[in-house]
């Protein structure tokens, strides 16, 4: 979505405005959709107009950038939320867990391994999702829709993680409503209350097919340069 030339403020409501609708349309409770604000990209003081308006969830798709701005905005704005939505490795586990408290991006044991010893060693409980490729895209991250089921399992009996939904991002290309609603059926076959997907161009439908919490960042922060 192009940058409307409105404030930040003013996209923020105007966004918030459009879940509250969409969730009524859907016939569901209200406030039981989650605005991540995407703020990838973005710095410190482009963030701030948001958390000023009273936002307190985001969503960042590197560690080390995030490492770069969140102390400081969350020593300032202590009932920040972060949410990891980009791939992470193993290798940034700890700092991962020390910043972010959920990472939807959970896609391999390495990764569960790391974080179960890291939120272990941290004493930190950390949300978490799985992510399943919906579109079997060879370039992009996700477990396999095949292997969700066998996949949330062995999270939860080999590496002892509570796992709280199934994220996906669909191919750019194709209509977004039938990987929805795919992930919306492994997640009930996994016993998954949550679900993570949905971004500045479809999050309206990802509502319609039982989204959680949806991932927008544009539609909010305008153009990334």
């Known amino acids: 979505m192009a940058d409307t030339g409105d404030t930040?403020?003013?996209?923020?409501?105007?966004?918030?405005?459009?879940?509250?609708e969409a969730t009524?349309?859907?016939?569901?409770?209200?406030?039981?959709?989650?605005?991540?604000?995407?703020?990838?990209?973005?710095?410190?003081?482009?963030?701030r107009p948001a958390l000023e308006a009273g936002h307190r969830?985001?969503?960042?798709?590197?560690v080390q950038e995030a490492q770069g701005k969140w102390p400081g905005l969350k020593a300032d704005y202590t009932d920040c939320k972060l949410h990891l939505i980009g791939p992470l490795q193993s290798n940034k586990s700890r700092d991962a867990v020390a910043l972010f408290d959920v990472v939807h991006t959970v896609d391999r044991?390495?990764?569960a391994g790391a974080l179960a010893k890291e939120m272990a060693a941290q004493d930190r409980r950390l949300k978490l999702f799985v992510q399943v490729n919906t579109g079997e895209e060879?370039?992009?991250?996700?477990?396999?829709p095949k292997e969700a089921e066998a996949f949330?399992?062995?999270?939860?009996?080999?590496?002892?993680?509570?796992?709280?939904?199934?994220?996906?991002?669909?191919?750019?290309e194709e209509n977004p409503g039938p990987h929805f609603a795919l992930l919306k059926k492994l997640a009930d076959r996994?016993?998954?209350?949550?679900?993570?997907?949905g971004m500045s161009a479809d999050y309206r439908i990802a509502i319609e097919m039982g989204?959680?919490?949806?991932?927008?960042?544009?539609?909010?922060?305008?153009?990334?340069g």
Do not use: W, Y
Request: hydrophobic share 40%; aromatic share 4%.
């Open 57 to 62: 969830i985001f969503g960042e798709n590197r």
């Open 211 to 224: 989204a959680t919490c949806v991932r927008v960042g544009s539609a909010i922060f305008g153009s990334r």
């Open 24 to 47: 009524g349309e859907a016939g569901r409770a209200p406030g039981s959709v989650e605005l991540i604000a995407v703020s990838k990209t973005f710095d410190a003081e482009h963030i």
């Open 8 to 20: 930040t403020e003013e996209r923020l409501a105007k966004v918030l405005a459009e879940i509250a």
């Open 152 to 172: 949330v399992a062995r999270c939860r009996d080999h590496h002892g993680l509570e796992i709280a939904g199934l994220m996906c991002i669909p191919p750019v």
């Open 109 to 111: 044991d390495k990764i």
């Open 138 to 144: 060879p370039q992009k991250a996700g477990i396999p």
């Open 190 to 197: 996994c016993g998954l209350a949550e679900l993570s997907c």
